[in-house]
């Protein structure tokens, strides 16, 4: 049954009124900001130093083990800033553009075209949603929805998880995009195979993906210590990610709306993006920056189509019109706080007696 939502809001039309005014007021582009072309270049700067130095200078252990976690964090950062906006259609007005930017995600390793339809689709459409936002889904290792069946081990899921967090992107690149492949398709979201170009992106990116992280490498150092790094690496960018992830939606302050009978849920779109969504760290410029605006959760899933460098100037505009209209704005002030929010909806939802509650009304 196809989940639909109530009919647009007040709420929606006034906050999609106010951010237009505001970019015609400023005089302000949605997209192509200058300054994120600079950032651009900067993150594969660092990329590319934390690269070299890995593969180029580092003779032992120690001397690599931090341009491996470099590279890594440099990896999420493109991740979070450069594809994120690109695959959004949030970095240039022009396709090509963004094309290109989204197209970073094949060469770390993943998908670009397998993430537009669990991310941008499946996610953005049904935040929170069990059996329709992927996001939500870890199979047997844990459990992040209260709609989800409990077994014994996840009573310490607030412990171990934080570590399979890191093993993610290895399932990614060896093993899921190549399962999406034989069997597309993500809860409500139809996905069909790719074909064409988006073929011929996908095996290319996976082809120049595993060039930098094994080929290249193997040609200057063992097997064994190639392995190594390449297992730190991937474990900082997913420890990186999923917890910047998670701090936005698997938190205490979020709801998760299940529909009625009829597959029809009781907000609009708009709303129900609000009551999904919790910001962190508005006060961190330096954080800001580096996560892409993703700790302003709820700007950009109301705007995901504006670069995410105009999010702090719009974050009081929506909270303004959210509060006018009844609906929570949630804010956790610190990074320490959002942390400690999702630990304990780990260990809450690790609990045998975390049954599930309808919260469409809270």
């Known amino acids: 049954m196809a989940l639909t939502f109530q009919p647009n809001s007040v709420f929606r039309t006034e906050v999609e009124r106010a951010v237009a005014a505001y970019f015609e007021s400023t005089g302000l582009s949605e997209r ?9 270049l900067t993150m594969f ?17 120690w001397s690599a083990l931090p341009f491996s976690v470099s590279l890594g964090l440099a990896m999420a950062g493109i991740g979070f800033s ?10 240039s007005e022009h396709k090509f553009v ?23 689709i499946a996610h953005h459409t049904y935040p929170n949603i069990t059996g329709a936002d992927d996001d939500l889904v870890v199979g047997a290792i844990g459990r992040l929805s209260p709609y989800d069946p409990w077994r014994a081990p996840f009573r310490f899921q607030h412990v171990y998880l934080w570590f399979l967090y890191g093993l993610l992107p290895i399932r990614w ?7 999406s492949m034989i069997d597309p398709g993500i809860g409500q979201t139809k996905v069909t195979r790719p074909s064409g170009w988006n073929l011929v992106r996908f095996w290319l990116g996976r082809a120049t993906f595993c060039t930098w992280a094994f080929v290249l490498p193997m040609s200057r150092h063992s097997v064994g210590s190639v392995l190594l790094f390449y297992v730190i690496t991937q474990f900082v960018l997913g420890i990186v990610l999923a917890t910047v992830f998670q701090m936005a939606h698997c938190v205490e302050e979020a709801t998760f709306p299940m529909p009625g009978e009829d597959g029809r849920m009781q907000r609009d779109w708009a709303t129900h993006q609000v009551y999904t969504t919790v910001d962190f760290a508005h006060g961190n410029r330096l954080l800001t920056w580096y996560v892409g ?20 100037a719009l974050a009081p505009i929506v909270e303004r019109i959210a509060l006018s209209q009844g609906i929570p704005y949630r804010n956790n002030l610190r990074l320490s706080d959002a942390l400690r929010s999702h630990y304990r909806w780990l260990r809450r939802m690790g609990s045998e007696q975390a049954a599930p509650v309808m919260q469409q009304a809270s």
């Open 82 to 91: 450069v594809q994120h906006d690109g695959g959004h259609g949030a970095y």
């Open 45 to 61: 700067l660092w990329l590319a130093a934390s690269y070299v130095g890995l593969v180029f200078f580092a003779d032992s252990f």
């Open 98 to 120: 963004n094309r290109c930017m989204a197209w970073s995600l094949d060469i770390l390793g993943g998908s670009s075209y397998f993430w537009h339809f669990k991310h941008n």
């Open 293 to 312: 605006g993703l700790n302003y959760q709820v700007e950009h899933h109301l705007f995901p189509r504006i670069c995410h460098l105009h999010y702090p």
């Open 32 to 40: 192509d900001v200058p300054r994120m072309y600079l950032k651009t």
């Open 173 to 179: 690149q060896l093993m899921d995009d190549f399962h």
